[in-house]
């Protein structure tokens, strides 16, 4: 219990104190936003500063703070230390930087900005590979609730009629003006996201369960590795690539850059907060690892999720804290196509003002999300899960190059450079090692990972080295 307390003040503690570190480097001033600027009506509209900071929690939020969080609490509680420094060391420096700049360069995505600050070929390649992983992410968020509402309603509404209805409403979001449906709906998911979280905690001390105190072992029952596995599973509690995504598309609301820590850092340690409460929930319902890995096995992340929400607060309990959750995957799916929508108009130049445009690009992506859903929920995790964190893994590098170019103290850049090259060892090794990879043995896929990882570092430094910076931007 007092690893959780911990955890949860060194949470606070790194937006109080990190986080304006951070905010210090980038250096937000008072110049007119893209939302005043561009504003459209559809896309650049200004929002006050508490809805953007919930519409932005809620875009980046999903599932994943809650079934990668119990699915990497089956490490044991060592995933603690993972989701509380990985998301103030890097997730929430990863979320500030890309939603900053993008507001830098009147909103443009991830895409555009690699192709800004490391190339063209980066350009394209992480246009193909952003709207790959948005169509990947969408999709998992259209599974993983309708099988969770399809647990609450007659067995006529089935898993499949909810994955109809979750599209219908994706088109919607993705087509209409940004403040019709998501300004509007998710502060009520975020008050709802939030109370929920709240709950489960309540539950945990209400039910007395006991929570595991922090240890470095491994306690994975099936003996996965903590590396680099967990720092795969958990995603987007402590640091996700979907974030730079989303980033980018409230950079568009903001009416000043001095609201950016709390907007982007703070929704970023917002979530790592929700992901320690059901990493601790899980362990602690459960009683062991052991019993949290079978569970999940045996119900899937849904099943277990309704489990937990159920036994610990109860029927009305339970039922609004599953509404919580289900709110979390769709309110990021919609945002995953609109985003997927936004990098798709910037290389076709499709105006967006027009429905048509819009119309052009929409239903394409959402057949593509349509034909995915018929494959295993597991197998899309798996990829989602590195494909997300070599996305986090290279926007911090363009980050990095953002501040060499920029900042004139060369030495602010290791802000993102360390976490960019954490990240580098972590994807490399991974793919390396997993199922979904090549499969190759410990000995040979950690070697390779860690030169990986130092060679991108070398890089680094010698482009720091060289580095000139030009007038901030």
């Known amino acids: 219990m007092i690893s959780l307390f911990v955890a949860l003040a060194a949470l606070i503690v790194g937006y109080a104190v990190y986080g304006r570190m951070v905010e210090r480097v980038f250096a937000p001033d008072d110049r007119e936003t893209p939302a005043k600027r561009l504003e459209d009506g559809?896309?650049?509209?200004?929002?006050?500063?508490?809805?953007a900071f919930l519409v932005?929690?809620?875009?980046?939020?999903?599932?994943?703070?809650?079934?990668?969080?119990?699915?990497?609490a089956c490490f044991g509680p060592v995933v603690f230390l993972w989701i509380v420094f990985g998301s103030i060391l890097?997730?929430?420096?990863?979320?500030?930087?890309?939603g900053m700049i993008s507001e830098r360069h009147d909103g443009n995505s991830i895409a555009e900005l690699s192709g800004i600050y490391l190339g063209t070929f980066a350009k394209w390649g992480m246009r193909l590979f952003?709207?790959?992983l948005l169509i990947l992410t969408g999709t998992v968020f259209v599974t993983s609730p309708?099988?969770?509402i399809a647990r609450l309603t007659p067995n006529t509404l089935n898993t499949t009629f909810w994955v109809v209805v979750i599209l219908l409403y994706y088109i919607l979001a993705t087509l209409l003006p940004i403040d019709k449906i998501i300004g509007r709906l998710y502060p009520v998911f975020g008050v709802v996201l939030i109370t929920m979280a709240v709950g489960i905690l309540f539950g945990i001390f209400k039910g007395g369960y006991a929570i595991p105190e922090l240890t470095l072992a491994n306690q994975h029952p099936e003996g996965l590795p903590v590396w680099p596995y967990m720092f795969v599973t958990v995603a987007c509690g402590a640091i996700s690539g979907f974030h730079a995504t989303q980033s980018p598309m409230i950079s568009k609301c903001i009416t000043t850059e001095k609201v950016g820590r709390k907007v982007f850092y703070g929704a970023m340690l917002s979530e790592s907060v929700i992901a320690l409460i059901w990493a601790a929930g899980g362990v602690a319902f459960y009683g062991a690892t052991g019993g949290l890995n079978q569970a999940l096995t045996d119900l899937g992340q849904s099943g277990v999720v309704y489990d937990i929400s159920t036994g610990m607060l109860g029927p009305v309990g339970g039922i609004l804290a599953i509404i919580g959750v289900i709110a979390c995957p769709i309110t990021s799916g919609d945002t995953a196509f609109r985003s997927a929508r936004l990098i798709l108009a910037e290389i076709t130049h499709l105006d967006q003002k027009k429905m048509k445009n819009r119309l052009i690009i929409t239903l394409p992506l959402l057949a593509a999300g349509a034909v995915l859903t018929q494959l295993d929920f597991n197998v899309l995790w798996r990829y989602f899960s590195w494909s997300n964190q070599t996305l986090?893994?290279?926007?911090?590098?363009?980050?990095?190059?953002?501040?060499?170019?920029?900042?004139?103290?060369?030495?602010?850049?290791?802000?993102?450079?360390?976490?960019?090259?954490f990240m580098s060892a972590v994807s490399a090794t991974y793919i390396l090692m997993a199922k979904e990879g090549f499969r190759l043995s410990a000995g040979v896929s950690?070697?390779?990972?860690?030169?990986?990882?130092?060679?991108?570092?070398?890089?680094?430094?010698?482009?720091?080295k060289s580095a000139r910076p030009a007038a901030a931007l």
Do not use: E
């Open 130 to 132: 952003s709207v790959l």
């Open 42 to 51: 559809v896309d650049f509209v200004p929002m006050k500063t508490w809805k």
């Open 146 to 148: 309708a099988a969770l």
């Open 446 to 464: 950690y070697p390779i990972g860690a030169v990986f990882a130092l060679a991108c570092f070398a890089f680094y430094c010698l482009k720091m």
């Open 90 to 98: 890097g997730g929430a420096v990863h979320d500030y930087m890309t």
């Open 392 to 421: 986090a893994m290279i926007s911090l590098w363009v980050a990095t190059a953002y501040l060499l170019k920029h900042h004139s103290g060369k030495l602010a850049s290791l802000m993102t450079a360390l976490p960019a090259t």
């Open 56 to 72: 932005q929690l809620l875009n980046i939020a999903g599932t994943g703070p809650i079934f990668g969080a119990l699915m990497g």
